[in-house]
């Protein structure tokens, strides 16, 4: 990256990149302010030249909860194109919630997708990154592991409601997980006591069943007439 600049701004002319207001919520403000008191800040906020925050809205957030009126700001110039890319990237390290996570996730399958022309220094370096797949890229770009990445993607893909859920501590990501693999429907009454003239199409597979079966572990299964 060419032409980094440092200067002091106001911040008032300071605002959110449109990629990191769609795919980030700004939370912790407090906490972080209260560290900035203590210690200072340890890196200045990035920005583009029309002075959007690429890196660093929650320390501006911060500063503004702090009453301060300016702060120093490295002013770096890179195509507008890949500005979305490098908003991403520099949020690898924050603590984010699995529906933040999961629209990491679909921008950066894009990203990997359509690698022709991009810049690759905007992306993390990994050893024979051309024989991994995309989710270890994405994995490696965004630090979480693999099959955290693979569940999040399964329940927002399913029930994008599930995955807020899971995001505001109501349920785990595990719960919503299973929840979301379950395909068969349940039923409360043993196996003795269904009466076969009740039974209507599946509302999974849209069949009539002829009967209705026991498996092994005694849970029942619909035997289809197909």
């Not at 980030?24 to 340890?42: H, R, T, W």
């Amino acid at each position: 990256m060419k032409n980094k600049i440092i200067k002091t701004v106001g911040l008032e002319i300071l605002h959110a990149h449109p990629t990191n207001i769609e795919t980030y919520q700004v939370s912790n403000v407090d906490a972080l302010a209260e560290s900035i008191q203590e210690i200072g800040l340890n890196h200045d906020p990035i920005v583009n030249s029309e002075m959007q925050v690429l890196s660093g809205w929650r320390r501006v957030t911060a500063a503004k909860l702090l009453g301060w009126q300016e702060m120093r700001v490295e002013v770096v110039e890179i195509p507008a194109s890949e500005e979305a890319a490098f908003v991403i990237l520099s949020n690898s390290q924050r603590q984010k919630t699995e529906l933040e996570i999961f629209k990491e996730i679909k921008f950066l399958k894009n990203l990997f997708g359509n690698r022709k022309g991009q810049r690759m220094d905007l992306l993390p370096e990994v050893s024979q990154e051309q024989k991994e797949t995309t989710r270890k890229r994405i994995s490696d770009a965004i630090k979480t592991p693999e099959s955290t990445i693979q569940r999040i993607e399964f329940v927002g893909d399913k029930d994008s409601k599930m995955l807020e859920l899971v995001s505001n501590g109501h349920i785990s990501l595990n719960e919503a997980y299973h929840a979301c693999k379950l395909e068969k429907p349940k039923h409360e009454k043993p196996y003795e006591e269904i009466d076969l003239c009740e039974i209507k199409n599946c509302p999974y597979c849209g069949n009539i069943p002829a009967r209705i079966i026991s498996d092994e572990n005694g849970n029942l299964i619909y035997k289809s007439q197909n």
